[in-house]
């Protein structure tokens, strides 16, 4: 009998940012992966678009190929690493892959987000295996602290700093004095926005990252149509000032919450105030942090680089780490029909809660001509939707006729503050649209 270690074939498909990072530590770290785990590593191949174009890391020119299903069909291949991004290609390479049998490794949040259902649903049928670590809060193990080390909690509430775009930004304008456009302008020439800038800007790329925490925790896929989605382009470095005044910090923020009692859920992304002694108000620049909420241990926070290429790579290759280890029937099942199951039973347990339902606390920012009777107009339209204020600071603007305003109010329904700001819109004397912001008090 031969005692020759199991070979196990890697391909990559996709060779940008994170597949070159991927391939540059694997190969570093190879020979000491393969002493623990027993095994045999073959770096297989890469498929690219252009095989010609500069890469920081050189690779044989016999490893690179262009047909992606060719490296995934390729028999000596036993995880393919998709790090290609997109929803359409992304997807097909994915199933191909899966209905083979094979395991599979994505960062690919928008993929997961989109055809979540459909490619879990092929593990399970088809006995290959779905690892995406690196699609949430790259170095940071989010996923795994969710499905292995916190397993046995339900989590109340899930909020995180989950795009190291809009934190980045938030950041430097709040320790420079930095306007939005001058710290957006930095971002841009440090590479940290994506290609597609509403995708970090207007919240979309942490929207998809929350789906995902939220099925994790919840069972539940949530559509677009029942979140709250903002980015951060209508806050000015005003804002972040005056949310000292409050002793709070801007941050962009996911916030899942599941009230037990009421049997209902809600999931947001959107810029909120946060108590300044809070953990996570100290996750600066293009860190993350998330703060997991669990009836059993209290409250957890993970905070680490949330992106670029060491951090994500770091994320796949412990899937791909994972991976052998399943393959060696050494390590438990994911995504097992059994999983899904019990991923099913628990979401039909929670129903989305309605804007009348979710409350929070606001603050509120408008600019009102300084003239008499004005504030009156504002205060009894805010009392008309039973929003009671607890703090209001006002600031004078020199040789001008107007005032700024800035109040907190005590908790009160998503639907009362947005019928308030549309009335207020409508008042000529609030000189430019209100801003309104929730205000959180994260559990640590």
Excluded at 151 to 175: D, H, Q
Excluded at 281 to 289: L, M, T, Y
Excluded at 314 to 335: C, H, P, Q
Excluded at 417 to 444: Q, T
Aim: proline share 3%; hydrophobic share 40%; aromatic share 6%.
């Amino acid at each position: 009998m031969s005692n020759a270690p199991l070979k196990i074939g890697l391909g990559i498909i996709g060779f940008g940012t994170v597949g070159q990072g991927v391939w540059k530590h694997l190969a570093a770290t190879r020979r000491n992966m393969e002493m623990r785990l027993g095994v045999k590593i073959e770096l297989i191949g890469v498929c690219v678009r252009d095989p010609d174009k500069p890469r920081k890391v050189k690779i044989p020119r016999t490893q690179i190929l262009t047909d992606p299903f060719a490296l995934v069909q390729d028999p000596r291949v036993n995880i393919v690493c998709e790090l290609m991004g997109g929803t359409t290609l992304a997807r097909d390479i994915t199933l191909h892959a899966l209905r083979l049998g094979k395991s599979v490794i994505s960062a690919n949040k928008a993929l997961i987000c989109e055809h979540g259902m459909e490619i879990f649903a092929a593990v399970s049928q088809h006995g290959g295996q779905y690892f995406f670590e690196a699609s949430v809060a790259g170095g940071i193990p989010v996923i795994k602290s969710l499905r292995e080390g916190l397993v046995a909690n339900c989590f109340s509430e899930i909020v995180g700093i989950i795009n190291g775009t809009c934190n980045y930004l938030l950041s430097r304008m709040e320790k420079e004095s930095l306007s939005y456009e001058t710290a957006l302008k930095d971002a841009r020439r440090l590479g940290y926005v994506e290609a597609d800038e509403s995708l970090d800007l207007d919240g979309v790329d942490a929207y998809h990252k929350a789906v995902i925490l939220a099925f994790l925790a919840h069972g539940k896929w949530v559509p677009r149509k029942n979140t709250l989605v903002e980015g951060i382009r209508n806050v000015t470095l005003e804002d972040i000032r005056r949310a000292s005044d409050f002793g709070c910090k801007i941050k962009h923020l996911a916030v899942i919450h599941r009230d037990f009692s009421k049997g209902t859920m809600t999931l947001g992304v959107y810029p909120a105030l946060i108590p300044l002694d809070s953990i996570l108000a100290r996750v600066d620049g293009v860190h993350n942090g998330i703060s997991l909420t669990g009836d059993v241990v209290g409250t957890t926070t993970l905070v680490g680089r949330g992106a670029g290429q060491d951090a994500t790579a770091s994320a796949v290759i412990g899937d791909i780490v994972d991976a052998i280890r399943a393959l060696k029937g050494a390590a438990f099942k994911f995504l097992t029909t059994e999983d899904l199951e019990s991923y099913a039973t628990l979401g039909s347990t929670a129903r989305m809660a309605t804007l009348e339902e979710i409350l929070s606390r606001f603050y509120l920012r408008f600019s009102l001509r300084d003239k008499s009777g004005v504030s009156a107009e504002v205060y009894r339209i805010l009392a008309e939707e039973g929003i009671s204020v607890a703090r209001v600071i006002q600031y004078e603007h020199a040789g001008t006729q107007r005032g700024t305003h800035t109040l907190s109010t005590y908790p009160v329904s998503e639907a009362a503050m947005e019928r308030a700001v549309r009335k207020l819109r409508k008042l000529r004397s609030v000189l430019e649209p209100p801003l309104v912001l929730r205000i959180l008090a994260p559990a640590s």
